[in-house]
């Protein structure tokens, strides 16, 4: 299993998915930063490792990528992966455990369920990398100042001085606040007088525009210049790029139910899916015969048949293929 561990391990740096056919499929789920109280410990952000039993159908994601990266056709890539999944399978019934190199461990337990323990020794986690867990103790505070006094104490007697000084206070205190608003009362109503004019036969007042405060004319123009945000901040907003999108136009969309070494191979099953109803028909490519199921012009169209035939067919092994 070296070889798969390899590119399953790679994988899942990239896809949150990756599904080995037959087996199961190792799903990442994101792991917030946290912190041990008990050890005082910081451990960065990562994803975790789950299995999926279910998720057996090929997607064609890691069968492509090993005929990519060991240079070797379609079929045989997944000829080989078939074959360790078989070996994968015949360890488990012989009670060993199946070891995912970076990614985890499988066994069965007593009641013959299925357990899966990933491995800690990968963060599949990109934007943590080079992060690492680090211990960091708590900082002891100690108390410097001196005890402060209470400004009020139940217990303390105030002698005979404090009291008549007390005493005096309580008498000029409002006296001094008293002739301080009598100068304050006379400034404002001087103020009044020279900035408004009344009119007795309305009674009411008027605000009056001091000749030397010019209106500036253009104070919204300089208003809108300097609360916009990019003048405010000084900075300047970069144009989103536009997303492309494929060209799918002029392609033909097969949805492949096998590829054959030999024509009279690929003949034998193409007979087989024709008496299923399917109008097939056998492609040449790369020294490859496929048999093609149906063929569509419209990638959505191909989509909707292909789900169609792995539903209906329980056939996983179907795949599509353009050119």
């Not at 301080?180 to 009056?208: L, M």
């Not at 093609?292 to 539903?311: C, G, M, P, Q, Y």
Request: with cysteine; charged share 25%.
């Amino acid at each position: 299993m070296q070889d798969i561990n390899k590119y399953i391990s790679g994988l899942l740096f990239i896809h949150d998915c990756v599904i080995l056919p037959g087996f199961g499929g190792f799903v990442t789920n994101y792991h917030a930063a946290e912190h041990n109280d008990l050890s005082n410990t910081f451990y960065p952000p990562k994803k975790d490792v789950l299995f999926n039993k279910n998720l057996t159908y090929n997607d064609g994601l890691l069968i492509n990528y090993l005929a990519k990266n060991l240079n070797i056709p379609y079929q045989e890539a997944e000829e080989q992966i078939w074959m360790e999944v078989q070996k994968a399978w015949l360890q488990l019934d012989k009670e060993e455990e199946v070891v995912f190199d970076g990614v985890g461990t499988f066994k069965y337990d007593k009641n013959r369920n299925l357990f899966f323990t990933p491995a800690e020794t990968e963060n599949f986690l990109t934007d943590a990398y080079g992060l690492a867990s680090f211990r960091f103790p708590p900082l002891n505070y100690q108390k410097n100042a001196r005890d402060l006094i209470p400004l009020y104490n139940s217990d303390y007697t105030m002698n005979e001085g404090v009291k008549k000084t007390l005493k005096i206070a309580a008498l000029v205190v409002p006296l001094v606040g008293l002739l301080g608003i009598i100068p304050y009362t006379r400034y404002q109503k001087n103020q009044q007088q020279a900035g408004y004019a009344f009119d007795s036969s309305s009674e009411q007042s008027i605000e009056v525009t001091h000749s030397a405060m010019p209106m500036d004319t253009n104070m919204d123009k300089v208003l809108d210049i300097t609360t916009d945000k990019r003048q405010a901040l000084f900075y300047t907003e970069e144009a989103t790029p536009a997303i492309t999108r494929q060209n799918t136009e002029g392609l033909t969309f097969y949805i492949i139910g096998g590829s054959y070494k030999t024509e009279i191979n690929a003949n034998e099953q193409a007979a087989l899916f024709r008496k299923k109803g399917f109008e097939t028909s056998v492609l040449s490519d790369n020294d490859l015969y496929r048999v093609s199921l149906a063929t569509f012009d419209n990638k959505v169209n191909a989509l909707h048949e292909l789900r169609r035939i792995r539903t209906e067919e329980k056939n996983d092994k179907v795949w599509l293929y353009s050119k």
